[in-house]
């Protein structure tokens, strides 16, 4: 309860100057219930923060080809971030993508409000998303070629 807090607490102060859209799992509103910590922790818009219901794949791509920047605890948002041209804030202690951390499109803050909102005001914009970190998109192209050879 105490990292959420703290999550919290650094989303209502981004929120003051920047839209925050917040899809929130049951349980986890439940949890901020239970903490009552409600400022700004409504299912209506409350100045900046909207929270909303979890999204699916194609809801979660509008929003990331909308997006300035994502914040995420979930590894699989992270490399998407990246595929959209997005900055990530990382909300856990570690990542499995460390390749995204190595070249600054993915920052880890863990829980701390500090190091979040720190992460927020310094992430850069000049980041060079064209970098093929995870190849050049024709893998596909290459198995076909080896697999028509062998026949």
């Known amino acids: 309860p105490e990292r959420l807090k703290d999550i919290l607490e650094a989303l209502n102060k981004i929120a003051e100057k920047t839209p925050i859209i917040l899809p929130l799992h049951p349980r986890t509103a439940k949890i901020i219930q239970n903490l009552k910590f409600s400022k700004g922790?409504?299912?209506?818009?409350?100045q900046n923060l909207t929270i909303i219901e979890p999204v699916g794949y194609l809801e979660m791509v509008y929003m990331l080809n909308r997006c300035q920047l994502v914040m995420t605890d979930s590894g699989g948002l992270q490399k998407e971030a990246f595929?959209?041209?997005?900055?990530?804030?990382t909300l856990r202690?570690?990542?499995?993508?460390?390749?995204?951390?190595?070249?600054?499109?993915?920052?880890?803050?863990?829980?701390?409000?500090?190091k979040i909102l720190s992460a927020v005001k310094t992430q850069s914009s000049d980041l060079n998303f064209d970098i093929n970190l995870y190849g050049n998109g024709k893998a596909s192209e290459k198995i076909i070629s080896v697999l028509l050879k062998r026949r």
């Open 41 to 46: 922790m409504s299912s209506e818009k409350t």
């Open 83 to 89: 595929f959209f041209k997005k900055p990530c804030i």
């Open 93 to 114: 202690d570690e990542t499995e993508w460390v390749e995204l951390v190595e070249h600054r499109f993915n920052t880890i803050v863990g829980a701390n409000r500090d």
